[in-house]
């Protein structure tokens, strides 16, 4: 299990956590996300990783919204190109991945967009 980010006590933050034998540990990293919340992570079994899409910011003005996608392969995060396309629902939204057409389908959310909804 990997937990992302999220708000702390002390604002958001851009903290990678990972459960292995019902141990938690945080994970120090040279690269990582920007801080955020209401984002998605997704695992998917066949390519062995973990993908975050979007979220925001709060604590900056105006809000961050975050149009980007990044990969957890156990040990780092890589940021994925976009091909500049976006998700309509930057936070807030449902992602989950479709293993028999090898896609992630991202549903609703709020962001740059009155409309939700994409396949990355």
């Known amino acids: ?23 938690w540990s ?11 919340s ?3 992570l997704v695992t998917r079994r066949d390519y062995r990783d973990v993908v975050m899409v979007a979220g925001q910011d709060n604590s900056k003005s105006p809000v961050v ?3 980007d996608v990044w990969r957890w392969v156990g040990a780092a995060w890589i ?15 449902q992602a989950v991945y479709d293993e028999s057409r090898k896609r992630i389908v991202l549903q609703g959310g709020n ?7 994409s396949t990355l």
């Open 1 to 23: 299990m990997v937990l992302f980010g999220g708000l702390t006590a002390a604002g958001y933050d851009n903290e990678t956590w990972v459960l292995i034998g019902g141990q």
């Open 26 to 36: 945080q994970r120090k990293l040279t690269l990582t996300p920007p801080a955020r």
């Open 38 to 40: 209401n984002h998605s």
């Open 65 to 67: 919204r975050h149009l």
């Open 79 to 93: 940021q994925l190109p976009t091909n500049k396309t976006n998700p309509h629902g930057c936070a807030g939204n």
């Open 111 to 117: 962001g740059i967009s009155t409309y939700g909804g």
